[in-house]
């Protein structure tokens, strides 16, 4: 069956721009994380999703990063006012529920120019 | 706050040999582990889960296992192929007990088997 996808593949943006990007899990995964892999730091964990509400919202980095999930499926991850360290991939993953092995898009890589 | 170590960073090894990955973790109290494999300029695949209940796990030519008190882990891969060349990362998810349920990464061991 389909995996998770993400979208756009790359975006590209000035610095002080907003963006979205989109992650589209596994169908009937309940559970849906987003992460941030970045050249020297390596992969870190954002937010987490368990169906529409998100209990722990302290691995944004800043308050310029939000996101959001309807309809316990498709999830948005908007940065406003980017910066250059914003650059980096961005990867969702969905479980089955929580706790069970994650399954990861092919990211987003965002860079700010 | 949980930290993940693996060694070696880069290996190299001619294609036949058996080889070793290693994953160390900082915080025993954890719920599971989880070994992928990453491409260059795709996503993550993921290879095995261990429970934190488990001893080992095996797919194919490779067996992962979890010795959770001591904060190791170990990735074997056995008669290794050009095509295992890839990056391989051990992620630890924390016993949460409800809330952040994120996956904690190590920095990964890039391998590359010589043909």
């Known amino acids: 069956g389909a995996g998770v996808s993400q979208s756009p593949s790359n975006k590209v943006t000035e610095k002080g721009k907003d963006v979205e990007l989109r992650c589209d899990p596994i169908?009937?995964?309940?559970?849906l994380y987003w992460y941030r892999q970045s050249l020297g730091q390596g992969l870190e964990f954002l937010i987490y999703?368990?169906?529409?509400?998100?209990?722990?919202k302290s691995g944004l980095p800043s308050d310029r990063f939000s996101a959001e999930r309807t309809g316990g499926s498709v999830s948005t991850l908007t940065i406003q006012r980017t910066q250059q360290e914003d650059s980096a991939v961005y990867l969702c993953a969905s479980s089955l529920v929580e706790g069970y092995e994650q399954y990861f898009g092919p990211g987003t890589r965002l860079t700010v120019t | 706050k949980q930290e993940v170590t693996q060694i070696p960073a880069a290996l190299s090894v001619p294609e036949g040999e058996n080889l070793v990955l290693n994953c160390s973790f900082t915080d025993s109290a954890i719920y599971n582990l989880q070994w992928f494999r990453q491409d260059p300029g795709k996503g993550l695949t993921s290879l095995l889960l261990i429970q934190s209940s488990q001893r080992e796990q095996t797919s194919g030519r490779l067996n992962a296992s979890l010795d959770k008190s001591s904060g190791r882990s170990t990735l074997y891969i056995a008669a290794s192929q050009p095509g295992d060349s890839a990056t391989y990362l051990c992620?630890?998810?924390?016993?949460?007990?409800?809330?952040?349920?994120?996956?904690?990464f190590g920095k990964g061991t890039h391998l590359i088997i010589q043909p």
């Open positions: 169908s009937g995964h309940t559970a």
């Open positions: 992620a630890v998810r924390p016993f949460s007990g409800g809330g952040a349920d994120g996956l904690t």
């Open positions: 999703f368990q169906g529409n509400s998100a209990p722990d």
